[in-house]
């Protein structure tokens, strides 16, 4: 079957640095992708990655490695208004039919 | 409005009705989708449209119905729901249906009574 994992919670503490793990099982890769969804919100866009290596964005980046078919999201200089749930995402295909998410990341902020 | 839209935001319906979700996008964007979003599950892809084209999903109940008019709208109608199917739907967009990125709707949360 196809599945992704990620650990179901993180704490840590305002200007801290948080590492998101995902590892992911799946027929077919085209891409990770991560998605923030505060309670009660939609899913927003964070990053995405196709190739190997680490991509940054401001105060998030993340990582991927094809061969351990694993990837990462770090956070850093984490704020209050970063706690929400992360959830990874694969396209599993090359027409963009369909995409697997996993399960979320719910990260707690403490100041 | 911008981004995506959903109405009804939440619903509240017996087993036996028949409703409709709809969502808009005035992105501009060619590829449309619908979610469902339980409580401790991942997210479930159940339909993607590309140009108004369907791709079907096998693993969806016909019990749910989507739609899609125009590049910018798309339904999912509901009868005979089951109290399993009461969730969080989500509606997404895409510039195109290989691109990574999708523009998620606020969502419809759905109650079967």
């Known amino acids: 079957g196809q599945s992704l994992e990620q650990p179901s919670e993180v704490t840590a503490v305002e200007g801290a640095i948080v590492q998101i793990n995902c590892t992911y099982q799946t027929s077919g890769f085209y891409g990770l992708s991560w998605y923030q969804q505060h309670d009660g919100g939609a899913p927003t866009f964070l990053s995405y990655n196709a190739l190997d290596g680490l991509e940054e964005t401001g105060r998030f980046s993340s990582f991927l490695s094809r061969s351990d078919s694993y990837g990462y999201l770090l956070l850093q200089e984490l704020q209050m208004k970063d706690s929400a749930s992360y959830f990874c995402?694969?396209?599993?295909?090359?027409?963009?039919?369909?995409?697997?998410f996993g399960p979320g990341t719910r990260l707690s902020v403490l100041p | 409005e911008t981004g995506v839209t959903q109405t009804p935001r939440h619903l509240v319906m017996g087993m036996t009705n028949k409703k409709s979700l709809k969502c808009e996008q005035h992105?501009?964007?060619?590829?449309m989708y619908w979610y469902k979003q339980s409580a401790k599950k991942p997210l479930e892809l159940m339909f993607v449209?590309?140009?108004?084209?369907?791709?079907e999903n096998n693993s969806v109940p016909s019990r749910f119905s989507p739609e899609c008019p125009n590049s910018s709208h798309l339904f999912l109608h509901l009868h005979t729901l089951q109290p399993e199917d009461s969730a969080l739907y989500l509606c997404?967009?895409?510039?195109?249906?290989?691109?990574?990125?999708?523009?998620f709707g606020p969502g419809t949360r759905l109650t079967v009574l």
């Open positions: 997404a967009s895409s510039p195109s249906r290989g691109n990574n990125e999708q523009f």
């Open positions: 449209y590309s140009l108004e084209e369907r791709v």
């Open positions: 992105l501009g964007h060619n590829a």
């Open positions: 995402a694969v396209r599993d295909d090359n027409y963009g039919q369909n995409f697997v």
